[in-house]
């Protein structure tokens, strides 16, 4: 049976007592995993549920994602692949009629932001950002009601 490949309106699907889906992606080699397993800690305290992969490409983490019916694709970059793979992953999506939020974190040259953001990323958690960050912003996204929204 193919991926369902319908368009995501994540807060609006989301029941009261269900627990929101994130896809947690590492690419290609990256092998710099004590930030992105500090937030998936964080992740998991504050109830979301969490599905990890790694050595992954864009086509993969696409697949899985639409697979796993996730809310939201978190994915992290140490090694200066960010804008070609995130470029790949956000036609790969689109490709699969898919409006899942990517948000990204990692070792993003500031300079590189506004191209994230430009291609469709939701959110650059670059150094310096703390996890509770990036709880804040998928609740957000999960429920627009939020404080801070």
Do not use: W
């Amino acid at each position: 049976m193919p991926p369902n490949t319908e368009n995501y309106n994540r807060g609006a699907e989301l029941k009261k007592n269900q627990r929101p889906r994130i896809l947690i992606a590492r690419f290609s080699l990256d092998g710099h995993d004590r930030g992105i397993l500090t937030v998936m800690h964080a992740l998991r305290n504050a109830g979301m549920e969490i599905v990890y992969i790694f050595f992954s490409d864009p086509k993969e983490i696409a697949k899985v994602a639409i697979e796993e019916a996730v809310d939201v694709i978190g994915v992290t970059s140490s090694q200066g692949e960010h804008l070609l793979v995130c470029s790949r992953l956000m036609d790969e999506l689109n490709k699969q009629k898919t409006d899942v939020p990517v948000i990204i974190g990692g070792v993003i040259p500031s300079v590189d932001v506004q191209k994230l953001l430009d291609m469709g990323i939701k959110r650059v958690f670059g150094p310096g950002s703390k996890p509770s960050d990036a709880v804040s912003f998928i609740s957000q996204i999960m429920d627009p009601n939020e404080p801070g929204s």
